[in-house]
């Protein structure tokens, strides 16, 4: 599975961007897809996750009633609106899948296998 994250850029605090992941590959099996983040100094956390097909989905506290996660199985995209971004919220973000029939939602970075290249998100105040 490879993947390609894209949408990041410069915003002002308050401001939404919605960040777009472009999966290809093994993709009929299903798989669990994330989106982490890390800042300059920080380790990699989560930020949400979503299941293949049921639209089970885990927020990070940090984001959770800003951030949503979605995605189009049809066209293989996964999707991370995130509205009210604050300068915390300045970060590489990544998106990354589980192996190919790990369908659930994964809440760890352990849980997933393949990884984008990232899209920087700046956020200034």
């Known amino acids: 599975v490879q993947l390609q994250a894209s949408g990041g850029g410069l915003v002002q605090a308050g401001a939404s961007l919605r960040l777009s992941c472009a999966t290809s590959?093994?993709?009929?099996?299903?798989?669990?897809v994330g989106w982490f983040r890390q800042a300059p100094g920080k380790e990699r956390g989560i930020v949400a996750a979503?299941?293949?097909?049921?639209?089970?989905?885990y927020y990070a506290d940090s984001v959770n009633g800003r951030f949503t996660i979605s995605r189009d199985n049809a066209k293989n995209m996964v999707y991370l609106q995130m509205n009210s971004l604050k300068p915390e919220d300045t970060a590489t973000y990544y998106c990354?899948?589980?192996?190919?029939?790990?369908?659930?939602?994964?809440?760890?970075?352990?849980?997933?296998?393949?990884w984008g290249q990232g899209t920087l998100v700046t956020v200034s105040s």
């Open positions: 990354a899948a589980r192996r190919p029939g790990r369908t659930a939602v994964g809440q760890q970075s352990s849980d997933y296998h393949f």
């Open positions: 590959g093994r993709t009929y099996d299903g798989y669990g």
């Open positions: 979503i299941s293949w097909s049921i639209g089970d989905t």
